[in-house]
């Protein structure tokens, strides 16, 4: 494991590049790890460890992270769902991208239908996921449809 894995773990499995770089690391450095496989390139100015979820990167691709029965999942509360990604985003969130990153045909089938829940406040939880209790909030709302998109 790199010493950028491993500062990236303390820092919650996700990291900022102005982070990384605050702690020695120069930006061409981070990239030649991420194309190693060392570390996990999320999108610009985000890196992840390489144990961190799938479904964890990829709501950090949308731009967000885990909500509603996404993050039940991630909490251990139920199965996760393979063909839907809840993802919890500010209101005002814009430059919103796929939860794939840049698309191939390849992958075009095996999309997720992405429901994002938008809220002006600041979301409780980590940088993974919001927490059990906003969690089970948003999918007692979002099972009556009311904070889906």
């Known amino acids: 494991m790199s010493t950028a894995e491993q500062r990236i773990r303390e820092l919650g499995g996700i990291a900022t590049t102005g982070e990384l770089i605050a702690l020695g690391y120069y930006p061409q450095h981070l990239l030649v790890l991420a194309e190693f496989g060392r570390i996990v390139r999320i999108r610009k100015g985000w890196y992840a460890s390489t144990d ?3 479904a964890v ?3 950090r691709r949308v731009g ?25 985003v500010p209101r005002s ?30 979301p409780t939880g980590d940088r993974q996921a919001v927490s059990l209790g906003e969690a089970i909030a948003q999918a007692h709302s979002c099972t009556r449809g009311r904070d889906t998109l």
Not at 73 to 88: D, I, M, N, Q, Y
Not at 93 to 110: E, F, I, N, V
Request: proline share 7%.
């Open 52 to 54: 961190v979820d799938e």
């Open 57 to 59: 990167i990829q709501a």
């Open 64 to 88: 967000g992270v885990l909500a509603c029965m996404s993050a039940l999942a991630h909490h251990g509360w139920c199965e996760p769902e393979p063909s839907v990604l809840h993802v919890r």
């Open 93 to 122: 969130a814009s430059r919103l991208r796929s939860p794939q990153g840049p698309r191939t045909l390849a992958d075009s089938a095996g999309s997720r239908r992405v429901v994002l829940h938008q809220s002006r406040h600041a």
